[in-house]
């Protein structure tokens, strides 16, 4: 997810937890890369988190899993005026 700088991981992996708290599905939450610099914008950096989806009682569809990825992107974008990275859908 692009941010504007000023905005902290903190604030982000907050809005993750409080977004997924109930979500059985999900495992894992964690930060793996923060980049700034071309070609982002000046001002902005990019967040990727990694989110470990599992479920002990069945298989997880792709299906399934991209309406809970999907959901969470509309969320962080929303509450943080963010934007995905180029050729990234939600």
Known sequence: IIVDQTITVGEVQRKLEKLTEKDQLIEQIFLFDIFQGAPLTA????????????????????????????????????????????GTTV
Request: charged share 35%.
């Open 43 to 86: 001002g902005k950096k990019s967040l990727s988190f990694r989110i470990v989806y599992r479920s002990e009682t069945k298989t997880l569809k792709e299906k399934k899993i991209l309406k809970h990825h999907q959901n969470i992107s509309r969320n962080l974008i929303k509450e943080f005026d963010a934007d995905l990275p180029a």
